[in-house]
């Protein structure tokens, strides 16, 4: 299988599984900051939908460290320099580490909630922690991707389509200003990216 098709492929995985994945509980969650109270009814509630959701969400980044790498393999050869490329695979590295530890810590949340062990000062502190991984921490990640996936893909005989390449662009400085603080942005600006990526790599 091409490095072309695994990259569509991969991509719609992501999109879905992550999309799929955040809608199932993440629609309505507390802001960061939220009082305690309200964190530890969140948990209590919605810890089946954050179990299911955060599972879908941990496949989800498996795809995209695959999704990722064929992508920089496309790249690579389309522009016959791997600088950007390479700088495109790190940053998606680093945004599958911080979300690795977003999903995993708020689903260590949801189990303890269901067995109704989650207190005041655990639950805040699980529920923050995974915030600021989940949108700064990986938006950084993220907007490295972004930036040096369009920008390698200008530069690269247009291995995508430009409007994919100026989308991603867009998108990478999105998350990386202070909006990417947002959870949802982050979250968003991952299932938007994969998406069109799957979607131009295939029209061209």
Known sequence: MGAKRITRLSGT?????FGGGSAIWGLGMPNAGAPVAE????????YARIIVGASLSLLAIA????????LRRVLTERSGDDVLPTAAFGGAVLMAAAGLGAETINLTA??????????????????????ILGSTASGVGLGVFGLATGAAALRGNLALPRWVSVLLI???????????????????????????IAIGIGDE
């Open 110 to 131: 949801a189990l303890r909630a269901r067995e109704d062990e989650l207190g005041r000062d655990l639950g805040q502190a699980l529920f923050e922690i995974s915030q």
């Open 63 to 70: 795809a995209f460290v695959l999704f990722a790498a064929a």
């Open 39 to 46: 964190v530890l009814q969140f948990y209590d509630e919605r």
């Open 170 to 196: 867009v998108v990478g400085i999105l998350v990386l200003s202070p909006l990417g603080h947002v959870n949802e942005v982050a979250g968003a600006g991952l299932v938007v990216m994969s998406a069109v």
């Open 13 to 17: 995985a992501v999109a879905v599984l």
